[in-house]
């Protein structure tokens, strides 16, 4: 199992980002899914998180601006950035909840992955 983030960059304060995280491999199901980001010196927090039905939660700081979304057909996940602050400064982190195995030896693994970061920089 691969997750596969992408979309960070460069931009100025006001401006919008979106991140893609894309989930490979030989998965069943995949139940929550989140971004998360780590800026220097700092501890790795929660952003947002997804449920397999829809439930969304944010940190209180992006809330209203942020907006994360998901197509389970495709066990692809995104993250909506709008006005983005130059505090929204970090490396950004897909992580995902989910069942994996193989369907012909009929194993099944419950795991927790994470994607390898996508670096989003905002200017003032």
């Known amino acids: 199992v691969q997750l596969q983030a992408s979309g960070g960059g460069l931009v100025q304060a006001g401006g919008s980002l979106r991140l893609s995280c894309a989930a490979s491999?030989?998965?069943?199901?995949?139940?929550?899914m989140d971004w998360y980001r780590q800026a220097p010196g700092k501890q790795r927090e929660l952003v947002a998180s997804?449920?397999?039905?829809?439930?969304?939660n944010y940190l209180d700081s992006v809330k209203g601006r942020f907006t994360i979304s998901r197509d389970n057909a495709k066990n692809t996940l995104w993250l909506q950035m709008n006005s983005l602050k130059p505090e929204d400064t970090a490396v950004y982190y897909c992580h995902a909840d989910l069942l994996s195995g193989n369907r012909d030896l009929g194993t099944v693994v419950a795991g927790k992955y994470w994607g390898q970061g996508t670096l989003v920089t905002v200017s003032s």
């Open positions: 491999g030989s998965i069943f199901i995949v139940y929550e």
């Open positions: 997804i449920t397999g039905g829809g439930t969304t």
